[in-house]
């Protein structure tokens, strides 16, 4: 075994000093006694056994992701799995294109936009889009709802799950498919499939964050986890701006973790922030970026700007690696997110509830 | 005796936490899993354990589902409580009422009816339950100008006669706490030493402040942005806190500005710009129009030309984007059909 002591869960000290008395490898303390290795190395008793108890076990089990390091794949493999996966449709034609098929599994989608666009609108959708039944291209998952700010209202939460299911049935009903295979996807069941944690500082909100892999564990249906908004409570009462740099990047990682491991969506939801832009010529400039600052930016693989054109709700999509750069319309009806209807097809225009045709209907 | 000692982890970590400066376990989350491994002198899995349990630690509400917060078998703090505004018509448009769930901001030109508004709920909110209300007192903080005793009276003997079948008699005037207020300084002391004492007692259901534009639009300078932002912030976030810890409604009134743009038409925008619009859970804008009525009981000093107002909802988690017209009489406000 060639891998070095030092990429071990070893505390710091017990590592300098093995480092120190010249123990680099796994080969070189393998074959020791703990009370050998403690005389070469000055350590404890206790510690050397530690040490000896670490590299020996952690070796022989295949399953640890963290003696082997996380596996590789090929890009191939990783394409395959990608495409495999479903996406959770936005019930917005158009983002949902603009998105590549909906809001991706195993990765981090941002919204920001100003207060009103329809940010916690967006997530409610989503919460309800994710339990789809799968006939229907859906992802029959649960999802998780980590509320900081308290807007999240369960009476306006029924209206979508209701208006979701009823478009659901019409679609089967359309398809002359058997209805019977609906008869999980209920308000009662919708609703039971969303886990609401609400969040009154960061510290809950932490807290909650380092305790979540292990509620994923027990719940595996979760498909998607929200965060509405991540902002709130980093924006008010926080002077330490590089603490918050620092949390937020933690945070993000632990997200991005998540996302990984358990194949799920991370939503995040982000408030906006004027900047003043300086220098010649623009001078005095005013617009409006998400806020939390540029090294946030970083941290979410998709990023999408929600904003007003005249009476408009627009999704621009900002940042993603896959997708280019887009601008699309949509509106917030009774039901939920929806396209914003032309006047050509008025006749659909004239019942917002009326389910819109889909793509993805097998 | 430390913070630590109630986890329940191998006393070897905990040992090991107590030789750090480390005191807080806020202190403990905020640091990253290396920056601990290398305070503490512990290994990484150690520190995950310790991690875990400390998150562990911090009291917060359990999980529960949606459907739990949908048949109220949640606990009480996630219950909504909405507060009747006392006419049908709004009740209906507004799905019940105010919700208890932070600020919802009432904005509009002078003489657009939102102290009418917020002189209605200061009635409101002492009825029983039953009736739409809250049954609870009212703290009403005043900034702009002296509180409009003479119309709440007016409105007291009608509220006095419409609720006279009540077993309890309602003593309306007896529940309303005024406070005046000028500047900033005074408001902390309002918000942070008063208005805790008097919530903690039970007896307020509901926070009105009118209004927020005149404390934070006059004091600052233009270089002083940053500064009022914070103000603004802290302010926002206590009475968040509020309605959160009592589950109470907040209402907060805003002046508004004008908005220039390409298109010729008049818009106006409520005051105070995008920091203090992100604090706003509920923002509903008051307007006149020029449409005219002729009302039998309208008095002239109150609804000064008789027209038709307009009340818009801009954004609220629960209500859809609508507008209506109401109308201020004697007897208060009422939604028009």
Known sequence: MQRELSTYPLGPSLKNKLIQ???????????LKPSELSRETGLSLEDALEVIKTVTEKDGDPTDRQSKGPKTQSALEILQTEQNQPNIITFCQQIDDMLGGGVPLSK??????APGIGKTQMCMQLCVDVQMPKCLGGVEGQAVYIDTEGSFIVERLVDIADATIQHCNFMLKQNQDDVGELKDFTLENVLKGIHYFRCHDYIELLANIQLLPDFLKEH???????????????????????LRTRLLTAMAQNFINMATNYQLAIVLTNQMTTKVRSGAGSSGQSHLVPALGESWGHASTIRLILHWVGNVRYALLYKSPSRKEKDVPYQITVGGIRDLIHDEDEEMGADNNKPIKRQKIS | ?????????????????KRTK??????????????????????????STLKHAIAESIPKPDPCTALDLWKEECSNNLKIKKLSIGCDVFDNFLRGGIISRGITELSGESASGKTQFCLQLCLTVQLPVTHG????????????????NKRLQQLITHYNEKYSGLKERIQFSDNIYIEHISDYDGLTYCIHKKLPVLLAQGLIQLVIVDSVAALFRCDYENHEMIKRAKHMNTFAGKLRSFSQQYNIPIVCVNQVSDCFDKSSTRK???????????????????????CPIQLENSIPNESVDGSVRKFEVVFAPNIPQIVFPFIVDKYGIHGLK
């Open chain 1, 21 to 31: 008395s010249g123990f680099m490898l796994v080969d070189d303390v393998y074959h």
């Open chain 1, 108 to 113: 981090m989608t941002e919204f920001c936009g």
């Open chain 1, 220 to 242: 595996k249906k979760v498909k998607l986890v929200v965060v509405d908004s991540v902002a709130f409570h980093f924006r008010h009462d926080f002077e330490d701006l590089s």
């Open chain 2, 1 to 17: 005796m430390s913070k630590f000692d109630h986890l329940d982890i191998n006393p070897r970590i905990l040992t090991a936490i």
């Open chain 2, 22 to 47: 480390l005191t807080s376990v806020e202190s403990v989350l905020s640091l990253s899993g290396p920056d601990l491994e290398r305070t503490c002198q512990l290994s990484s899995s150690d520190v």
């Open chain 2, 133 to 148: 209300g809250l049954a609870g007192g009212v703290v009403y903080i005043c900034t702009e100008d002296a509180f409009p």
């Open chain 2, 268 to 290: 106006v925008l409520p005051a105070l710009g995008l920091t203090w619009s992100n604090q706003v859970t509920s923002r509903f804008i008051l307007a006149k129009t020029s």
